[in-house]
């Protein structure tokens, strides 16, 4: 409530399905390692990762897994999906802009899209605040997820073996 503070986690692995012809057929599955917590100031990057924040120690990874794909315009999406921090799972909405046009780089295919979502943190059970002699507390309720993901089509690996 001070001042917006951002921050990034600089591990994850996820699996794009995209169904080009049916968009509604798609899905993501992303994991995120919750240690790599960055908000480029490394004092204040060691309380995110304790039991008050994210509890790291307990639950290393954050998930989110796609159920549902659905139109919200040209070029616009929502999708719906289990997002799970601290062990708590909660159905969430990503507003989605893309995916974007295939591009060649090398040997495959890259695509884009941006995902975005406002969550309330204590729904994660991360409810640690203080309150200021001025009556203000420290932490906001209100997160805001964006995802900004680059995906690639790898070309098939050629068989081995066989002529």
Do not use: C, Y
Not at 16 to 26: A, G, H, P
Not at 38 to 43: D, G, Q
Not at 122 to 141: H, Q, S
């Amino acid at each position: 409530m001070i001042s917006t503070v951002r921050g990034e986690f600089s591990k994850l692995t996820g699996v794009v399905t995209l169904d080009e012809k049916d968009m509604t057929k798609s899905s993501v599955e992303v994991t995120i390692d919750a240690t790599t917590v960055n908000t480029r100031e490394p004092r204040r990057d060691t309380h995110p990762k304790s039991a008050d924040f994210l509890d790291v120690a307990t639950n290393p990874t954050m998930t989110f897994r796609s159920k549902q794909i659905t139109p919200a315009g040209e070029g616009r999406w929502k999708m719906t999906g289990d997002l799970t921090v601290r062990g708590v799972t909660k159905e969430v909405t990503f507003d989605v802009e893309g995916p974007t046009p295939a591009i060649q780089v090398g040997n495959a295919t890259v695509r884009g899209a941006s995902a975005t979502v406002k969550i309330s943190r204590k729904d994660f059970g991360v409810a640690w605040n203080r309150t200021l002699e001025t009556g203000t507390v420290v932490v906001g309720d209100e997160v805001t997820i964006s995802m900004d993901i680059e995906f690639r089509k790898q070309p098939p690996a050629a068989a081995s073996g066989s002529k």
